[in-house]
């Protein structure tokens, strides 16, 4: 799941409008600290603050756990510890199999309940017709009548982003494309395209092989490689002095700067912001 998770978290935050407003309730103007202060140093996926103040929490999950109300009731008191206020909670479930997990937690005197999501509830030719690239991706999760049109779609939509972020989205596509088993349609479809340059599918393998990579290292280890490797996309070779500056992040901090570089025009913005 990390390397969909992260590829998502991307997506979600950065890329997408009308699948964020639908999943989370409103549009979210800010994107929280997401590390909690516990014993178990729990972390969420995604916590943001709604124009109107109020917290929203999307987590997001791609095979059934029978733990997931417990989790979900974890984030939401420690969030409450932290923040002195209830998110809005929505599981977002990206898996192939059926939705199969419980939405609340209920006791004598107790009763806790939060929003499970099937991504394909989401209405996929809506949303691929929406001018957020990430909406368009994110159709292909949901479900389209005709895959292979909803790829070429994407696609076509790709191709008119700027150069560097055109690499950087088209590998965030090419990852969680595995979702649906649609690896060789992309593949397929973007050789036609010659203006994506389909060596970038290495971007792609490389960002997944990186995450998978960080599993057997660490967390933070892991996820510097994964920014190390979109940078040089970006920017090229990093110098010294950007290598010692990456290497004294902590774990969120990357991971916050995996979203940004998407932004950055050069090196110096995207350290030194």
Not at 84 to 112: C, H
């Amino acid at each position: 799941m990390q390397g969909y998770d992260v590829a998502l978290k991307l997506l979600l935050r950065h890329l997408s409008e009308l699948a964020m407003r639908d999943l989370a309730g409103s549009a979210v103007g800010a994107w929280l600290e997401t590390e909690l202060p516990a014993v178990e140093n729990l972390r969420m996926d995604s916590l943001g603050k709604a124009a109107d103040g109020s917290l929203v929490h999307l987590e997001l999950q791609s095979t059934n756990k029978a733990s997931m109300p417990i989790r979900m009731a974890k984030y939401a008191l420690e969030v409450f510890r932290k923040y002195k206020q209830f998110p809005r909670q929505t599981m977002i479930y990206v898996g192939e199999a059926p939705l199969k997990m419980e939405d609340e937690l209920r006791g004598p005197d107790l009763w806790f309940r939060y929003r499970a999501l099937d991504i394909r509830e989401l209405d996929g030719e809506r949303l691929l017709k929406r001018d957020a690239v990430g909406d368009n991706i994110l159709a292909l999760l949901a479900g389209c009548s005709d895959n292979r049109t909803a790829v070429r779609t994407t696609l076509e939509k790709i191709a008119r982003l700027p150069a560097g972020e055109r690499e950087a989205v088209l590998g965030l596509l090419m990852i969680l494309s595995g979702l649906r088993h649609l690896e060789e349609t992309v593949e397929q479809e973007a050789l036609k395209m010659p203006i994506l340059n389909i060596e970038n599918k290495v971007l792609g393998r490389e960002f997944e092989r990186g995450l998978e990579e960080g599993k057997q290292q660490g967390r933070e280890e892991g996820e510097l490689k994964v920014l190390r490797r979109q940078i040089e996309k970006r920017f090229g070779p990093l110098p010294d002095w950007a290598e010692k500056w990456l290497a004294s992040r902590s774990a969120s901090e990357l991971e916050e700067l995996s979203i940004r570089v998407l932004d950055a025009e050069t090196l110096e913005e995207l350290l030194k912001n």
